[in-house]
């Protein structure tokens, strides 16, 4: 499978949701979109997981900058 990125996954799993609630989906396909929604709502936490882990480093190096320069 390939790597995609969050807004990637994020819209992909948007259609998903999207079909199911209009019932597009016939019930052979529910449990793979299911599934597949799963997967997705998977990857979309662990981008942002990621994006904080970043963001927070970079507010500590300027909290440390900034009290190194007081």
Known sequence: ME????TENF???TKILKELERGD???DNMTLKIQQALVL???CKESLSKV???VNKIRE???SANENNI
């Open 52 to 54: 904080n882990e970043d």
């Open 3 to 6: 790597t995609k990125n969050y």
């Open 61 to 63: 190096e300027i909290n």
């Open 25 to 27: 989906i016939t019930i």
């Open 11 to 13: 819209e992909e799993l």
């Open 41 to 43: 709502l998977d990857e």
